[in-house]
């Protein structure tokens, strides 16, 4: 009957929250906090459960931050959607600024830690250099006899030592 299919479409249309025919009914999922996770009392329990299977299939951080949301009609799909305008444009305007200090960071790298490291590897190198000549001298020295010993183990140590070339 005409009638009957007539009514199922104006049901479908009809937007009221006890209305168990309205076609304009879904669950999305939203960043939601975690105290205000109940579920809509306009959803069915068909809805809801497929909702739940969906969020248990997620990854344990999206399973966190997400929670299904019932939205109704154009009305709320609208708002929906400027909130999440509002949210991008604020997350750009955050990569936005990251980005900057990402450039500011290069650049004083650029300018100020890198020639200090370049000066710290310099003196580095200056320093090995005369301690590579030091030990040359001492080399040198110790190789003519003129060795001072560190302590009087060593001092005991050479003189036998001495003793045992001589024997030789």
Known sequence: PPTATFRAMV????????????????????VTDPSQRVKPVAASDIMWAEAMGKLECMDS???ERLWPQLVQGFKDL??????????????TERLSMTHSNVKKLQRHFQADTYPWIQRLKHQELVIERRLLR??????????????????????????RLVAIIKQI
Do not use: T, W
Request: proline share 5%.
């Open 11 to 30: 049901d479908a249309y009809k937007e009221d929250p006890g209305n168990p025919r309205y076609a304009f009914r879904h669950l999305l999922f939203s």
């Open 61 to 63: 951080a999206d399973r």
């Open 134 to 159: 030091i030990m040359r001298i001492v080399e040198a020295l110790e190789n003519r006899g003129f060795r001072v010993p560190l302590m009087k183990e060593e001092a005991d140590l050479y003189e």
């Open 78 to 91: 609208s708002c929906r959607l400027k909130l999440q305008d509002e949210v991008l444009v604020s997350d």
